[in-house]
């Protein structure tokens, strides 16, 4: 396991600087703000400072993950890797995010190729918006390559269809080599940053974990696929080597 160590120590001398600096946005990117966008960063930056719950890691290129915390479940089960020591194991992940609680996740690459990940409102999201029409609430956050895409949910009532692209920024993920993106998925937002810039997107068209009504059923389930999309492995990615999930109450 060679390869592990040379990776592990790449990894820390890389990272340290990034895990202990949390910046605060400069051009943050706004898109439907409620209110005000600097207040609420403090105060979910506060929220996670106070936070003691469980986090769940997990290894995607050793397969290693500690025990899973209350409220998060293996949809699908982490595939064994493929290439030698390469960020290249697949699963998808279920996190019931109920009570006004927030999920954040963070997330460190080696590099991103592909689908690296989906954070879908729907078990059957698969990237560029849309589920096949499991449910309305089918909003979903997911990688290509070094792009974020954040897609919306459908539209009520007759004529239907989904919200679609809200918004996406090239050069977000994976901008070096084993830098990390953190997300924070909770009822009507979803937030990313990745050391340098936050994108922070706040509206009704986002994930809906407040019992909002669904004709394929009211849930409080997001899904988080790892080096693939929800759905199925017709689109999969590589290069995330480790996702750390908690949760934390808003
Ligand atoms: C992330 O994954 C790499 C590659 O498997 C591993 O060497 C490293 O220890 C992991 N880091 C954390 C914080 O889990
Ligand atoms: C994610 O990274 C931030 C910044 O280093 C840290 O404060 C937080 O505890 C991490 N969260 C998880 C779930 O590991």
């Known amino acids: 396991m060679h390869c592990t160590l040379s990776l592990m120590a790449a990894c820390l001398v890389t990272l340290s600087p990034v895990y202990g600096w949390l910046p605060r946005p400069k051009e943050p990117v706004q898109l439907q703000v409620e209110t005000a966008l600097e207040q609420k960063l403090e105060k979910m930056q506060a929220l996670e400072k106070q936070n003691t719950v469980d986090v769940l890691d997990v ?26 020591c390469a960020c290249d194991r697949q699963g998808v992940l279920k996190l019931t995010v109920e009570g006004g609680m927030a ?31 499991t449910q309305q609430n089918d909003a979903e956050v997911h990688s290509i390559n070094n ?11 007759p004529g239907g269809g989904s919200y679609g692209l809200l918004h996406s920024e090239g050069g977000f993920v994976a901008t070096q080599p084993f830098t990390t993106v953190t997300l924070h998925v909770a009822d009507e937002l979803a ?15 986002m994930f809906a974990l407040n019992g909002q009504s669904d ?30 999930v908690r949760f934390y109450q808003l």
């Open 59 to 84: 290894n995607l290129m050793t397969g290693v993950t500690s025990s899973l915390p209350a409220g998060m479940t293996w949809h699908s089960k982490l595939t064994s890797g493929r290439g030698e």
């Open 215 to 244: 004709a394929g059923g009211v849930n409080y389930d997001v899904y988080l696929g790892m080096n693939r999309v929800v759905d199925s492995t017709a689109r999969t990615g590589t290069g995330l080597c480790n996702v750390s």
């Open 191 to 205: 937030t990313a940053h990745n050391g340098l810039k936050y994108l922070y997107i706040n509206s009704h068209k």
């Open 103 to 133: 999920a954040q996740i963070n997330m460190t690459f080696s590099h991103s190729s592909g689908f690296t990940f989906n954070v879908g409102d729907s078990v059957t999201n698969d990237g560029y918006g849309g589920d096949r029409n």
């Open 147 to 157: 792009a974020i895409y954040f897609y919306g949910r459908d539209k009520r009532g």
